[in-house]
Structures are given as structure tokens and as C-alpha cells.
């Protein structure tokens, strides 16, 4: 029996920098396509569905923040007269005049309920473009036994101011 003996000269060389740096680089691309995922998984729940639902005639649509703390912080980063010109918009909001109009105490009828966010949309009538857009207000709840309460009292109200419901 005869042996072979190869030479290391003609055996291919393992460049294992170049192994090393291709994984390296493999687990960053990985890492960086988990993280957009989890960015774009982790949006607010609903927010793209939500647009896609909306009529085309929509004009517009916002994404609130309901913690209150929130905005107890955003108040505090403010200069007073920023601070009066905020209140003075959310008093003369849509919001707040559906809450007059229904006699509704936001701390006790809609807080114990709120979800993370609200979303409010005008839209406009494709019937009847010179009339003023609708409202459309969304809010996740967190416990439907309430916001079913609220909704039953919030409905109440405006029929006996003389509102007309259709199912």
C-alpha cells in the first residue's frame, strides 16, 4: 500500500477573519431587522387599520395621548401663556362641547374607562360638501361596563336636547 501524502501548500487556506467578520455581520442585520419589527409591531394598536377604515373623505385624523400625566408634563415644559392657550383650545374644542352638551363630568363618566388613546376624525359629507365635517371620536376601553354606561347617558342626553338616533 502506497500512502498519499497531500501537501498543506495545495490544501485551500480557511480564512476565519473573513468567517468571523460575515457573522458579525449576519447577527447585526439580524438584530437591526428585529428591531424595526418590534418598532413597527409595537406602534400604536390599531392606528393603520384605523386609517384604512376612515372614509376617503376625511380630512382629518388624531392620535391623542389620554394619560393625563402626560400632559401634566407637557404643561409643566410649557411658559403660562402656552399653558392658557392650550386650555383655551381644549375649552372651545368639539370634545368639549359634546361633553356640555351630554353633561358629562370627564373625571368620573369617561377616565375610569379610557384607554391609552383616542382618535378623533372630521369628516365630510360626500352628500352635502358645504355643511361642516362630522366628528367621529374613537376610544379604547377598559372596562366595557362603563364605557357602556357612559354611551347610554352620553345618548340619553342629546336625545332629550332632541337628537335623532338610527340604528
Do not use: C
Amino acid at each position: 500500500m502506497t500512502k498519499i501524502h497531500r501537501s498543506s501548500k495545495n490544501q485551500p487556506k480557511i480564512n476565519w477573519g473573513g468567517i468571523g467578520i460575515l457573522l458579525i455581520l449576519v447577527g447585526v442585520l439580524g438584530f437591526v431587522g428585529y428591531w424595526l419589527v418590534g418598532i413597527y409591531l409595537s406602534a400604536p394598536v390599531g392606528l393603520s387599520a384605523i386609517a384604512k377604515a376612515l372614509p376617503q373623505e376625511t380630512q382629518l385624523v388624531v392620535s391623542l395621548n389620554s394619560n393625563l400625566g402626560s400632559w401634566q408634563k407637557l404643561s409643566d415644559r410649557l411658559n403660562p401663556e402656552a399653558v392658557k392657550l392650550v386650555s383655551k383650545l381644549v375649552s372651545q374644542s368639539p370634545i368639549q362641547a359634546l361633553l356640555s352638551q351630554s353633561k358629562t363630568d370627564f373625571s368620573q363618566d369617561i377616565q375610569p374607562w379610557l384607554g391609552s388613546d383616542a382618535i378623533v376624525a372630521l369628516i365630510a359629507d360626500p352628500q352635502n360638501p358645504d355643511n361642516p365635517p362630522g366628528t367621529l371620536i374613537m376610544l379604547p376601553t377598559t372596562n366595557r361596563a362603563k364605557s357602556e354606561e357612559f354611551l347610554a347617558k352620553y345618548r340619553n342626553a342629546l336625545q332629550a336636547q332632541g337628537a335623532v338616533f338610527s340604528e
